[in-house]
């Protein structure tokens, strides 16, 4: 059975590090992007799951910024945490750091946010518990991810409209 006792978002991080070896760089000698994204949906997907106790899908990554390049040689962290709970989805913020391993340096060089989808054992949407902020910056992240979700409806449905007057337009 499932846990349905609320949770607070400090209870969903996961920390998770990666070294950046030339197979993960381009000819600049900077970490690919879907390298890095994938870095990230796996430790967001953790996120997702340890919050839920279900098996999840990522559903969207609405936003990856670069903000910093990452070098070979260099350690990746990754911090994932549930921002946002609603009926059966989560929205969980990634912060990427990059640290230089012989100055010990470290830049913020990334930031994302994801969608996932809880599942039930036949792979259908089903209901997540409630996540609770408790802290002033939880509670400012779950501010933030409404408007992000409300975001991400307003454009499924404008994309849905202008699919249809395509259909439309292409019908004999």
């Not at 993960?24 to 000698?29: D, M």
């Not at 990522?58 to 609603?86: C, E, H, K, W």
């Not at 036949?122 to 802290?135: D, G, I, Y």
């Not at 975001?151 to 994309?159: C, F, S, V």
């Amino acid at each position: 059975m499932t846990d349905t006792t609320p949770n607070a978002p400090s209870r969903t991080v996961v920390e998770m590090s990666q070294i950046v070896l030339p197979q993960h760089t381009n000819a600049l000698g900077t970490a690919f992007g879907g390298t890095i994204m994938s870095w990230v949906d796996i430790c967001a997907a953790l996120a997702a799951q340890r919050h839920s106790r279900r098996a999840v899908v990522t559903a969207s990554m609405d936003q990856l910024d670069f903000v910093a390049p990452i070098r070979a040689g260099q350690m990746v962290s990754l911090r994932a945490m549930v921002n946002y709970a609603g009926r059966t989805s989560m929205e969980v913020g990634v912060r990427i750091e990059a640290e230089d391993m012989l100055t010990g340096e470290r830049v913020h060089a990334a930031s994302a946010y994801l969608t996932f989808v809880a599942l039930d054992e036949a792979h259908r949407p089903c209901a997540v518990r409630a996540l609770v902020p408790e802290t002033e910056e939880e509670k400012l992240r779950w501010a933030e991810a409404q408007v992000r979700r409300q975001q991400r409806l307003e454009l499924a449905t404008r994309r849905k409209e202008l699919a249809d007057a395509r259909r439309s337009a292409n019908a004999p």
